[in-house]
């Protein structure tokens, strides 16, 4: 039997509740590894010093520095996919 590719994930936002839920949908999923999560952007820098990221989890509006200046400030980005604010 083929065994499917891993992806090694985070997840960046400042809503815990949305941390769990990414999470929790993650968890059932055999080919995605969450290696962090964060309510702070900076903090999760370091994790990028200290392993290869595939799939970034990233709320937009986060307060400091925001979604896309974090993204824009990492070296070698990996794939994306980012929560906005619903109105």
């Known amino acids: 039997m083929e065994q499917k590719p891993t992806y090694t994930c ?3 936002d400042d809503e815990p509740i ?7 949908y993650l968890e059932k ?5 969450v290696v962090g999560t964060f ?3 900076l903090d999760a820098l370091k994790v990028f010093h200290t392993q290869a990221i595939d799939l970034l989890f990233l709320d ?3 307060p400091g520095i925001n979604g896309m200046e974090f993204f824009r400030s990492v070296n ?4 994306v996919k980012v929560k906005s604010a619903r109105k």
């Open 76 to 79: 070698q980005p990996p794939k």
């Open 60 to 62: 937009i509006q986060m």
């Open 10 to 12: 985070i997840i960046i």
């Open 29 to 33: 999923l055999d080919e995605f590894n």
């Open 18 to 24: 949305a941390i769990r839920v990414i999470q929790s």
């Open 39 to 41: 309510t702070n952007a």
